[in-house]
């Protein structure tokens, strides 16, 4: 069987998110479907790619033909390490935080003797097949063996004859992706074409495919989406990790929205995250017409607060391509480590009628740190009593009935089937109190 | 000189001047701004907070105080600054209060400073934001910070047009549009892109800011309409190659504020009649007052002298 024009189509496997602190999330299950992830490491004109793949078919299937806009020497491909794409991806991953009430009659008490008391946050190929392709006006610009890949190098005079001689060679190109392809090549793009060696991948050990990555030098801060979108059947799912030197990156062509975050939502969501994070991104999606591009995280990667999993060593970040970082430096995470290193995850929902463009970025200036985060808040269940403890039950009564309100809004769930899973005793079972009763306290 | 054969504005008599006073373009102006800004603030969440903005006007509005005693102009007139602080509020993005702060002087101050031949050179806006950026400070202009919603770029284009049809000089922003959208097109025919991606360039409130807005400052535009129509055409050519030859972002801005110094020479070879909102002034103003025709957008130049139909 031949292999596939893949650009897309991967699924991505979820982030195994980990704890520290208040930090909390379940993240077991398969979140996005038809999802890609690609890290941007960027300065100046310079780029290095990482595009990873959780291809789960046949090896011998897999092949990704992407454009790039410049010719790459072998020194400029190099196969990365899905550990460390993982890593990032919890990093910066959205995140559910839970803090607990603290026993109401003890923090009155306190707020009593001390009245300042403010709440704290705790928050291969023969030479035949070469003339062959010579004659379809297709030219093998270059041939190498990276890691387990099969690379090729392409550049063609027309589209037709790109076509064809990727036919020939094996692979399955959709119908529509002519037009595609001509596009790119009249804009001067070079395809970066990625097969398994079924020889390498054995010698070398590896049950899945590790990131391919590239490195070169091209004022093109741009992400090809179009070829995806050929033999997409529906939405792409897409994650951009971009990694800077000086801030924030935003499209330029297409609105750049942060998620909704900080909000409170009820306790049950930390059983149902993936249920949640899906359901809200679709939303928000929904929201703004299908048509922009999501912010889920912007931070430097010196510290994180809370940690969805501790920043990336410099080692880490080098192999990911932060090519300014130098040869030498800390050799783990060292808090205050690495300054201007500046991470910015961005997600993006993706078709053809809504996304007509390649996605085009700049770099800002912007050093502001956001994260796509949510708050859980336990009430105090534990035996106390006192004469204000009436006053705490009917805030943390308000607080829920706003809590599934919220979550209502940010997902679109069923408001009635939200405080049903909230439970009784302190949700709907209890009466909001009348305004009358907030005068006396009684 | 000669008569700009094609500007179709006839002396006005007093009692229709003073019919129009009140009809002061630039309260539209400020009027559409404010309504964008609110839009961007409560809707499409902008990245700046209401006391950014604030900041933003009012030092926009001291530098245009301080600058009025300085260069000893008769009376201090807040709306050419005002506009300017919108313009820069719509447009600059910067995380540090001191570089809004400097973007707002600069943009005020520039068209003081820098002037020849009795205009000043450079759109402020323009200026100050381009000022900013070449000299590396960490300031940006999000232009996807709009969208591409068709209703915005519909009501944008009308309230504009409001605007640009009470300066008069629309033929600047219809030439732009014009060249923009068949450089737009055509270059999406040459690189055989389907038609909804110039399309979707087209459809930015971005550029229709850039468009009837900006672009369209009758003081920093060639004082002839064949001398408009070729500036509006070169900015269209320069913005094209730094956007598709360059690959740069806010190629208009690059393109404007780098054109604006072939300002003068269009003048010489295609002379016409400078503009001047006096002629829908009752009261003339004194001679040699820098005018005010500043803002990040183009706006009526109330004070500056009045030259009148004998001035042709």
């Excluded at chain 1, 990625?194 to 991948?201: C, P, T």
């Excluded at chain 1, 970040?317 to 290193?341: A, E, K, Y």
């Excluded at chain 2, 950014?52 to 530098?63: E, H, K």
């Excluded at chain 2, 759109?123 to 960490?138: H, I, K, R």
């Amino acid at each position: 069987m031949c292999g596939s024009l893949l650009w897309t189509a991967l699924l991505w496997a979820p982030a195994a998110y980990s704890f520290c602190g208040f930090y909390v999330a379940r993240g077991d299950a398969k979140l996005f479907n038809h999802a890609s992830k690609v890290v941007m490491v960027r300065s100046g004109d310079r780029t290095v790619l990482t595009m990873a793949n959780d291809y789960s078919g046949e090896p011998d299937e897999f092949a990704m033909v992407v454009p790039v806009p410049t010719i790459l020497q072998k020194g400029q491909i190099h196969v990365g390490s899905r550990e460390v794409l993982d890593h990032l991806d919890s990093y910066s991953a959205p995140r559910l935080v839970e803090y607990f009430d603290e026993d109401p009659c003890r923090q009155y008490a306190m707020e009593d003797r001390a009245k300042s008391m403010a709440p704290q946050a705790l928050g291969t190929m023969s030479r035949s097949r070469e003339e062959r392709a010579r004659s379809l006006g297709v030219t093998i610009e270059a041939r190498y063996t990276v890691g387990e890949y099969d690379i090729l190098i392409l550049s063609a005079k027309e589209s037709g004859g790109l076509q064809t001689w990727l036919l020939e060679s094996g692979y399955t190109v959709p119908m529509g992706a002519h037009r595609v392809l001509a596009s790119y090549i009249r804009q001067g793009m070079k395809f970066f074409v990625a097969k398994v060696n079924l020889g390498e991948q054995k010698r070398l050990g590896f049950a899945y495919l590790r990131p391919l990555q590239v490195a070169y030098e091209s004022p093109k801060f741009m992400l090809p989406l179009r070829l995806g979108m050929v033999n997409a059947d529906g939405p792409q799912e897409l994650f951009v990790f971009a990694i800077t030197k000086n801030g924030r990156v935003e499209t330029t062509n297409y609105r750049t929205v942060k998620l909704p975050e900080g909000m409170d939502i009820p306790e049950y969501v930390k059983d149902e995250f993936p249920g949640f994070y899906r359901s809200m991104f679709t939303r928000q999606v929904e929201n703004e017409n299908r048509e922009a591009v999501f912010l889920e995280y912007a931070w430097n990667m010196s510290w994180c607060d809370p940690c969805a999993a501790d920043p990336l060593t410099a080692d880490e970040l080098r192999g990911l391509g932060v090519f300014w970082l130098g040869s030498q430096g800390p050799q783990g995470f060292v808090p205050g480590g690495p300054q201007n290193t500046f991470i910015t995850r961005l997600h993006v929902r993706y078709d053809a009628r809504h996304f007509p463009e390649d996605l085009v970025f700049q770099e800002t200036g912007d050093q502001s740190n956001f994260q796509a985060r949510y708050v859980l808040r336990h009430p105090w269940k534990g035996d106390t009593s006192c004469e204000r403890y009436g006053e705490y039950r009917r805030s943390v009564r308000e607080r829920r009935a706003k809590e599934a309100e919220t979550l209502a809004s940010l997902t679109g769930w069923n408001l009635a089937s939200i405080r049903r899973k909230m439970g009784g005793g302190w949700s709907e079972d209890d009466n909001p109190p009348d305004w009358w009763q907030r005068i006396w306290n009684n | 000189m000669r008569a700009d054969p094609v500007t179709p504005r006839p002396p006005l008599d007093p009692s229709a001047a003073a019919s129009r006073r009140h009809l002061d373009p630039r309260f539209y102006q400020i009027a559409v701004l404010s309504g964008l800004l609110i839009y961007g603030l409560g809707w499409l969440h902008f990245d700046i907070t209401p006391d950014r903005a604030a900041l933003l006007l009012s030092t926009a509005l001291l530098t245009q105080y301080v600058c009025t005693k300085l260069w000893g102009l008769p009376k201090f007139d807040p709306k050419s600054a005002l506009i300017s602080g919108l313009s820069l509020c719509l447009l600059l993005r910067t995380n540090y209060a001191m570089l809004a702060i400097a973007a707002a002087v600069i943009t005020i101050a520039s068209k003081f400073v820098v002037r020849w031949n009795g205009k000043h050179i450079f759109n402020p806006t323009n200026f100050g934001l381009v000022f900013l950026m070449v000299v590396g400070a960490p300031v940006w202009v999000s232009p996807g910070q709009w969208g591409n919603v068709a209703y915005f770029g519909f009501l944008m284009a009308c309230l504009g047009g409001l605007v640009v049809n009470r300066a008069a000089r629309s033929d600047v922003t219809y030439a732009f549009l014009i060249s923009f959208a068949a450089l737009q097109f055509g270059r999406a025919f040459l690189v055989m892109q389907r038609w909804q991606v110039p399309l979707h360039r087209l459809e930015s409130g971005a550029l229709l800011l850039f468009a009837f807005f900006m672009i369209s400052d009758p003081k920093t535009t060639p004082n002839s309409r064949a001398g408009r129509i070729l500036f509006a055409c070169l900015v269209t050519v320069l913005a094209g190659f730094i956007q598709f030859g360059l690959y740069r972002t806010n190629s208009i801005l690059w393109s404007l504020a780098i054109l604006s110094t072939a300002v003068p020479l269009i003048d010489r070879l295609l002379p016409g009649v400078q503009y001047d909102w006096s002629r829908v002034r009752s009261k003339p103003q004194p001679q040699g007052v820098p005018d005010e025709a500043a803002s990040g957008v183009r706006q009526p130049a109330l004070d500056r002298p009045a030259l009148g139909p004998s001035g042709v």
